[in-house]
């Protein structure tokens, strides 16, 4: 999907929970990668990510899901050659039509198809807020098998443009209000 016909809502739901310096930086978002280690190593394990949306592209396009240091090195090196040829609307059109939505969809058009029956250009700040909230978890955020967690993760999606300044207290009330609601298709 061009990134134009893609709704603002969802572009804007994704930089929230995936890349909040997405526009900020050039493809690694260093003090988030500081901060990141800092906490990993305090606990003596790898819990907390850094990769910004440049560096998940990457990995999608060009590398295996191993975790090793030498392939997250890679990422980082691939997502900053990403930023110097391509733009960041270009980078976050690539990554939306290429993550995975949980429920057999790849792609913000086949997942917005999946759940909603409607073209990604449609969706709703509510079913977009839905959909950025399942990339952290897609098999146990899907709205259609877990619509509860699917729920309760798409409210801290729109407490989070709320903060960020995407939405106000009246938009996202009115999104709390008019729920994303799944229609059965042939992925789900």
Same mark, same amino acid.
């Given at each position: 999907?061009?990134?134009?016909?893609?709704?603002?809502?969802?572009?804007?739901?994704?930089?929230?929970?995936?890349?909040?310096?997405?526009?900020?930086?050039?493809?690694?978002?260093?003090?988030?990668?500081?901060?990141?280690?800092?906490?990993?190593?305090?606990?003596?394990?790898? @819990?907390?990510? $850094?990769?910004?949306?440049? =560096?998940?592209? /990457?990995?999608? !396009?060009? +590398?295996?899901?191993?975790? %090793? &240091?030498?392939?997250?090195?890679?990422?980082?090196?691939?997502?900053?050659?990403?930023?110097?040829?391509?733009?960041?609307?270009?980078?976050?059109?690539?990554?939306?039509?290429?993550?995975?939505?949980?429920?057999?969809?790849?792609?913000? @058009?086949?997942? $917005?198809?999946?759940?909603? =029956?409607?073209? /990604?250009?449609? !969706?709703? +700040?509510?079913?977009?807020? %839905? &959909?950025?909230?399942?990339?952290?978890?897609?098999?146990?955020?899907?709205?259609?098998?877990?619509?509860?967690?699917?729920?309760?993760?798409?409210?801290?999606?729109?407490?989070?443009?709320?903060?960020?300044?995407?939405?106000?207290?009246? @938009?996202?009330?009115?999104?709390?209000?008019?729920?994303?609601?799944?229609?059965?298709?042939?992925?789900?």
């Amino acid at each position: 999907v061009n990134y134009g016909r893609i709704s603002p809502h969802l572009k804007r739901a994704v930089i929230v929970t995936e890349d909040a310096a997405f526009w900020d930086h050039g493809g690694v978002d260093f003090q988030q990668l500081k901060e990141s280690m800092e906490v990993n190593l305090e606990r003596m394990e790898f @819990e907390r990510g $850094a990769s910004t949306i440049t =560096q998940q592209l /990457a990995k999608n !396009l060009f +590398l295996k899901p191993e975790r %090793t &240091l030498s392939r997250k090195a890679q990422e980082a090196v691939l997502a900053l050659w990403l930023e110097q040829n391509f733009s960041k609307d270009e980078i976050l059109q690539l990554y939306l039509n290429r993550v995975y939505f949980g429920s057999g969809a790849t792609g913000i @058009e086949k997942a $917005a198809q999946a759940y909603y =029956q409607k073209s /990604a250009t449609d !969706l709703s +700040l509510m079913e977009a807020a %839905t &959909l950025a909230g399942v990339l952290k978890a897609p098999s146990n955020l899907s709205p259609a098998t877990h619509p509860d967690a699917a729920a309760a993760r798409a409210n801290l999606v729109i407490n989070a443009m709320i903060e960020t300044g995407y939405i106000s207290r009246d @938009e996202a009330d009115s999104a709390i209000n008019s729920p994303a609601n799944v229609v059965a298709s042939d992925y789900v």
